[in-house]
DNA sequence: AATTAGCACTCAGATAGAACGAGTGCTAAC
DNA sequence: GTTAGCACTCGTTCTATCTGAGTGCTAATT
């Protein structure tokens, strides 16, 4: 157990690294007004905090850095959320005053927000698709062999698929395929409706449907699911700039890590909705050694729609990320309710 | 005018400072097997180049290295395309056997191809939204107040925008609405949808349809033009590995230019057809002085459809890659052809 | 018993000089 | 016209030294 100085102390490094990018010395932190200790006294105390794995040195003497169990014990004991000024509360505010008529749009403002306000980057996962359920479905002719399938969800999302008739196919017979779909799979969710369209309306379609066969695969085929997400960044360059990635190598990494896949199942992978922080290889992506990653979800009604979050460095300023990742995400299921009405 | 020598080592030295990165100094040219005089001939022979502008010297003692001059002379009277390998040949056309039910996805993969082959990056518009035609409108209703209108052009590309309907609409109107829309903007181009909306359309609309007001706008709305292009970038990182990009600054600022709108600017404003070369400062971005720009365009039919491009150091393998763009600007033409048929 | 002053020690980073080598231009000989 | 020779330039690399911010430990002080 930490005594009370010792969680002063932690609370202190960990605030003045994160500002200053430079190992704490003991000299340093006596020089403070709130300190009343002398540099030889800290240096007893940082020496145990290091026993203990929450600090670190870079060389034999050089001054601490917090190490990742000393930023988690920081960021579960010692974090408290950063009030905002009036200024930026407004002008965040200020921001959702518009009219969207999109989700997407929303969406986009609201990585661009946190991405500015936080100077780190934001990542937002769209809604998922897959979750989604079926509103509509409606088929158009481009040509005689030519079409669009869309389908459009119950959250307002519109998709398309190009297809390719058969040759043989007939206008009636579009339209009645569109009508059994539309008509036996309302309200499935998106990722059932492969399976559904297997199982159930597979004998529907072969009693009413000449081509069977190949209007099945055609319809096997837009209904096998792609490319699930929708990914939206703001501000990928900000963390570049951070004195952490001076090194060619790290930023190719890391920007390799920020375009992969990997960061987005990590993302999709938290365990419950609410607020996460990870930190350094906390997350387990090569090249990521030296971020962290906070993330929220929001919603809309009682559905999860999808997941907000910012990369940072380590040493990320946590409460002022919290508190506006929080906001954000409030602000943005608050707006995305109110359009549902 | 150049003597025939000197066509000949302005050329050698383009070439060997493309693969080496180092300036190129005297001795190092007179080794090699096709060359039969002496550094010193050779000291005097650059040192004319340079007098004319084509070479310069990184410091006084330096080799010699190109100036921008001098590659926009070797670019324009020197350069040769390279002849690719059976190997590659055959593992380019391979990527185009697949089938392609999107026009989309036949970009994506050119952009792919290119950005591999080269080990640079590659930056594809996409069609040109604004200059497709209207093909069919859809409109399909979410509830009793907001809708999808769907858009179909021409070259099998699909639009869709969110509207509000206003409260008191029924059904009939939208079905009037969409018929009369269809009726009269069939091939239209899009960027003419608006005024042909409003000069034409505007009294059929007021004498059929109640609401009328609301529905201008809702249709003004939706037939703005909004985000006119798609952009789709391959290999985007490639090009940091390059040993002009060890600077952490430069990175950022590139990173920024290829993010930014200016770079399509300028990709759109290429003055004819086929093959452009834009040398470092030629292309009027900050940022984008260590860089070159090569582009091309592909289409369907007669029709302009969109820009295909590299982005490498000015140090560019100019050969191989005028040889690799035109290729596959050439089997994506092809192959976005035989899917229209 | 806790705190602090004092001191020897460590190490990254900055500074300076020497040696090296790849290059140049110029001159004179071929 | 070509080339050998030579003095010179300058970036790079290596080594040595110095500096300063930091440490741990011990002994004195409170």
Redesign the interface.
């Known amino acids: 157990m930490l005594t009370e100085r010792q969680l002063f102390l932690m609370r202190l490094l960990v605030n003045d690294y994160v500002v200053s990018a430079e190992p704490v010395g003991s000299r340093s932190i006596s020089k403070r007004d709130d300190v009343h200790f002398s540099p030889a006294t800290i240096r007893n105390e940082l020496a145990d905090l290091e026993e203990m794995g929450y600090l670190e040195k870079t060389h034999l003497s050089s001054g601490r850095v917090p190490s990742e169990k000393g930023y988690r014990f920081y960021v579960d004991h010692l974090l408290s959320p950063e009030m905002l000024s009036d200024d930026e509360m407004d002008s965040i505010r200020n921001e959702y005053q518009k009219k969207f008529?999109?989700t997407e749009e929303l969406i986009r403002i609201t990585a661009k927000v946190l991405s500015e306000f936080t100077n780190y980057t934001a990542i937002m996962l769209g809604p998922e698709l897959l979750e989604m359920k079926l509103?509509?479905i409606?088929m158009?002719k481009?040509?005689q062999?030519?079409g669009?399938l869309?389908i459009?969800t119950d959250t307002?999302h519109?998709e398309?698929?190009?297809?390719?008739f058969p040759e043989t196919i007939r206008a009636e017979d579009i339209e009645k395929i569109v009508n059994i779909l539309n008509d036996k799979l309302k309200m499935v969710p998106l990722f059932n409706l492969q399976s559904r369209l297997n199982d159930e309306l597979a004998s529907v379609l072969r009693a009413n449907i000449r081509d069977y066969k190949k209007v099945m695969a055609l319809l096997n085929?837009s209904f096998a699911i792609n490319d699930p997400e929708q990914i939206f960044y703001s501000g990928?360059?900000n963390i570049?700039?951070q004195p952490e990635?001076?090194d060619?190598e790290k930023?190719?990494s890391l920007?390799?890590v920020l375009?992969g896949k990997e960061i987005v199942r990590e993302l999709m992978n938290m365990p419950t909705r609410g607020l996460h922080i990870r930190i350094g290889r906390e997350n387990k992506l090569n090249g990521f050694e030296e971020c962290s990653l906070i993330t929220t979800t929001y919603s809309v009604g009682s559905e999860h729609l999808g997941t907000v979050a910012v990369i940072g460095p380590k040493r990320m300023a946590y409460p002022r990320v919290v508190t506006l990742i929080d906001l954000v995400s409030k602000l943005l299921t608050e707006n995305l309710n109110k359009q549902e009405?």
Chains 1, 2 share one sequence.
């Open positions: 008529s999109e509103k509509h409606q158009v481009l040509s062999t030519q669009v869309i459009v307002g519109v398309n698929r190009v297809v390719s085929n990928k360059n570049l700039s990635f001076q060619v930023i190719i920007l390799n375009e009405r």
